[in-house]
Structures are given as structure tokens and as C-alpha cells.
């Protein structure tokens, strides 16, 4: 492990420092600082020249600031000599446009991995990406992880008798359909009218939740307004307690408010985004850690194993 280094920029700090203590190794010194205009500096206060390097920089919110941070870090390591360079992104920003819903506008997800490529990264490590096929905007390698064995232990230990597994959305549903496997659950479906961007009306639920836990699964939980509206609506329907899972807690605007306010349970969600102070107070918010699972596969990329056996 002498040849490994791990970085990191502001985005994250927490996450990256559980992901060396599971290696046992130390985090790199790097210092990302601004000057007085707020332009972003990097400077690496060690060697790198030859290293197998891996940045920890989720790009979540403020999201321009942290991508920035990002692609001047890659910048940096590239003109030390690191050796290979692969970019931890436990949360991919602008990971939402990922196609033209309507007539010109930007599919954002593409460039900015076009961004991250130009940059200087020879791969990306991400986790639960929005759209599967981002992976396909990079000319790079790119390894998928997926939180869904922390969520898995967590959701096994905390429900029993009989549950529904319910997507917000129909693109969700195959996600949806794995854990339902996994808990040997039903599946369940919202239908919903998005009227515009973080904002949506639910419709009905599609399946039955009549006595039923309802576990609500997605992503990342941006507005919260989705996941309460559709908390409400499986109430509604008849079930018993209704649980929110995602990876990405976005937590915009006053979406802990909401979620404090609902009829959810819980909502579950892991530290790939650095909780703020009022998130972390509230009684319905419980954070899972994925660090072991993207340590875990940092160490088999830099000793040249599989990665996708993490998850068979």
C-alpha cells in the first residue's frame, strides 16, 4: 500500500478520513484554498510522482464550488507525475440531466465527465448513480458501486413482518425490484405528474400496501417534497409505517422541515454527502456509513481485483 494515496478536497473530509482508517493508511496532504476573487488553489504538499492516487470529492452542494475543487486537484496531480489518478465521486452532481427532456437544453451529466476526463482522471470509483448510463458518458473505466448492502443490513434489522418496497418513480423501479428480492418483499409504484423541476404531484400508488411496512426507495432526496407527498399517499392506501431509503441526502431548501413534518418513520440515507447541523439533530433522519464499501473497492482497484464481486 506504499504506492496508494488517497486526497481530498473540501466536499467531504469525514468520508475520506473513514475511508483511510478502514485501509489503515493516512490522508494525503493537499490544501484546497481560494484566493480573495474565490478562484479555487490546490497545492499537494507531498510527493505523487508514480502514485496510484484516489480523490474523494463528492460533488454535492454547493455543487459548482466542490466541482470545481475537483477538477483543479486532478489538474494538480496530473502535472506532479501521479501515476494513475481515479476520482472517488460518492455523489455525481448534475447527474439529473442525463438526457433532452426538452428541446435545447444541456445533458450536463455528459459534460461534466467530459470535464473530469480533460481534467486528468484515468477512472471513476461513483456510487448509485441517477441513470446507469452516465457510465457511458466517460471514455474512462468507470466502477458502480451500490449502498445497497448497508441498506440491506440495516433494513433486515430494523422491519419485520410483511413489507412493500415502493418506487417514487417508474424509472426507480428495477432498483426498487432488487431489494424486494432481497427482503422477499412486494413492489409497489407512485404515479406522478411533475409539474416542473422539484416539484411533483402524486397520483395513486400502483400495487397493494394495505397492511403492509412500505419501505420508499430512491437515490438521493433532494426537496423532499416526492417522498412526502408519496409517504401521504401509501398512508392513504392503508399501510402500516412508511420508511424513506436513499443514498444521497441532497436535502435542499426546507426539505428537513418536511421530512420532520411527515408521516415517514424514518428516512434513511448514508454519508456520501456530509449532513448539515439541522439534519443531524433531526429524530427522523438515520445515516448509514458507506465508507467500508468504497474502501473496500479502492483497495481491490489499486491491487487489480474484481470489484464487481463486492456486490454477487
Known amino acids: 500500500m506504499n504506492k496508494l494515496r488517497i486526497l481530498t478536497g473540501n466536499a467531504n473530509p469525514e468520508l475520506a478520513q473513514k475511508i483511510c482508517t478502514f485501509l489503515g493508511v493516512t490522508l494525503g496532504q493537499a490544501k484546497v484554498s481560494h484566493f480573495s476573487d474565490g478562484e479555487v488553489q490546490v497545492e499537494i504538499d507531498e510527493s505523487v510522482r508514480g502514485m496510484d492516487t484516489f480523490v474523494v470529492q463528492p460533488t454535492c452542494p454547493p455543487v459548482n464550488e466542490n466541482l470545481m475543487e475537483l477538477l483543479v486537484m486532478l489538474d494538480a496531480l496530473k502535472r506532479a507525475s501521479s501515476g494513475r489518478i481515479t476520482v472517488v465521486i460518492p455523489y455525481y452532481g448534475y447527474g439529473r440531466q442525463d438526457r433532452k427532456v426538452f428541446p ?33 458518458f466517460f471514455d474512462i473505466p468507470v466502477d458502480h458501486l451500490y449502498a445497497l448492502p448497508v441498506q440491506l443490513n440495516y433494513l433486515k434489522k430494523k422491519i419485520t413482518g410483511e413489507i412493500v418496497i415502493v418506487s417514487p418513480d417508474a424509472g426507480g423501479v428495477e432498483r426498487t425490484r432488487e431489494l424486494g428480492k432481497r427482503l422477499n418483499a412486494s413492489i409497489a409504484i407512485i404515479d406522478k405528474r411533475r409539474e416542473k423541476a422539484n416539484v411533483s404531484k402524486v397520483m395513486h400508488v400502483i400495487g397493494d400496501v394495505k397492511n403492509k411496512t412500505a419501505i420508499l426507495l430512491d437515490d438521493m432526496i433532494d426537496t423532499g417534497g416526492t417522498i412526502v407527498q408519496a409517504a401521504e399517499a401509501i398512508m392513504e392506501g392503508g399501510a402500516k409505517a412508511v420508511y424513506a431509503c436513499c443514498t444521497h441526502a441532497v436535502l435542499s431548501g426546507n426539505a428537513i422541515e418536511r421530512i420532520d413534518n411527515s408521516s415517514l418513520t424514518e428516512m434513511i440515507s448514508t454519508n456520501t454527502i456530509p449532513l448539515s447541523e439541522n439534519a443531524r439533530k433531526s429524530k427522523k433522519i438515520r445515516v448509514l456509513d458507506v465508507s467500508p464499501i468504497l474502501g473496500e473497492a479502492i483497495k481491490r482497484i489499486h491491487s487489480d481485483e474484481s470489484v464487481s464481486s463486492l456486490f454477487i
Not at 114 to 128: E, Q, Y
Open 104 to 136: 435545447r437544453t444541456s445533458i450536463s451529466a455528459r459534460l461534466v465527465a467530459n470535464l473530469i476526463t480533460v481534467a486528468g482522471a484515468s477512472r471513476v470509483l461513483a456510487m448509485d448513480l441517477h441513470a446507469g448510463q452516465i457510465q457511458g
